[in-house]
């Protein structure tokens, strides 16, 4: 059973910093990806970053790029979002989610490519 658990959200002013977790289990870590996405209220699931577990190989959306990292250690079979100069318009729920398949030739940022989701974690920002 394929069980992802987000933790490190929270509520920081405009210009800090968060670093989100999300540990996975049930399946093994390394044969597909991991994404982060997010859900503003009133908007539809946005794909922020995403990393290919086995090679390492990462994506951005372009709202986060030179801001977000993604980085994983699988050894602890977990994911991290580095989440830096945030700003008021990061503010969204965080949705870890696992793609248990490899060989897409891409990391895909489009939600419905992604099987198992996080149960979330807020984000506030204020300015």
């Known amino acids: 059973q394929v069980q992802l658990a987000e933790s490190g959200g929270g509520s920081v002013q405009a210009g800090g910093s968060l670093r989100l977790s999300c540990a996975a289990s049930?399946?093994?870590?390394?044969?597909?990806?991991m994404g982060w996405f997010r859900q503003a209220a009133g908007k539809g699931r946005e794909g922020v970053a995403g990393?290919?577990?086995?090679?390492?190989?990462?994506r951005y959306a372009d709202s986060v790029k030179g801001r977000f990292t993604i980085s994983q250690d699988n050894a602890k079979n977990t994911v991290y979002l580095q989440m830096n100069n945030l700003k008021p318009e990061d503010t969204a729920m965080y949705y870890c989610?696992?793609?248990?398949?490899?060989?897409?030739?891409?990391?895909?940022?489009?939600?419905?490519?992604?099987?198992?989701w996080g149960q979330g974690t807020q984000v506030t920002v204020s300015s």
């Open positions: 049930g399946y093994t870590y390394s044969s597909g990806y």
């Open positions: 989610a696992a793609r248990t398949q490899g060989g897409l030739g891409f990391i895909p940022l489009i939600w419905s490519l992604y099987t198992y």
């Open positions: 990393i290919y577990t086995s090679g390492g190989t990462t």
